[in-house]
């Protein structure tokens, strides 16, 4: 990380009660390091979030490079992470809980969004602070790799060992048979 300066816009956490009278909403550019997650280069792209109502609307993208390890060959590779999504989260659960009408609860101004309620499974308190840091972070974390695999040269696992001349187990004697 060292002392490079961010050419960003700094993600500090924001109240959303401060969001609420951002009528455009707040935009970031990203262009630094985060501290949750260790890359090669700075994070780079963008987020806007914009508080509807009952509803935190945030739509990002963003991009970086990582360095893993290759779950067969164990060489590190470097592997491109990026995300672009939109995401809606609910402020609170209150409004689904007293049974708030959906279009009263996304409409924003002349706006109205068009959502399926089913698509409203994450919820936020109200009197909390959104981190865009951290929301980045997330997304970016959810596009690592369950798998890691260097690629289709890999060589494979290093299966070539020294013969061993010590006593062998009884036991595993029928397979010493089977070496090539």
């Known amino acids: ?27 970031w550019t990203i ?55 939109r995401e809606v989260l609910w402020l609170g659960e209150q409004a689904r809980e007293q049974g708030m009408d959906l279009e009263t609860v996304l409409e924003a101004g002349s706006e109205v969004l068009e959502l399926d309620p089913d698509e409203l499974t994450e919820s936020m308190d109200p009197r909390a602070d959104f981190d865009p840091e951290h929301w980045v972070f997330e997304q970016l974390n959810l596009q690592l790799p369950v798998v890691n695999r260097c690629g289709a040269e890999c060589p494979g696992p290093n299966l070539k060992t020294e013969p061993d001349d010590g006593p062998i187990d009884p036991r595993w004697a029928a397979l010493k048979n089977l070496q090539p």
């Open 1 to 27: 990380m060292g002392d490079r300066l961010q050419t960003g816009d700094p993600l500090t956490p924001v109240p959303l009660q401060e969001l609420k009278l951002l009528e455009q909403g707040k935009h």
């Open 31 to 85: 262009d630094q390091r985060l501290g949750e997650l260790d890359s090669l280069t700075p994070v780079r792209g963008q987020l806007l979030a914009v508080h509807r109502g009952n509803v935190l609307e945030l739509d990002g993208e963003a991009n970086t490079i990582v360095t893993l390890c290759c779950d067969r060959c164990l060489q590190q590779f470097n592997h491109p992470l990026s995300f672009q999504t």
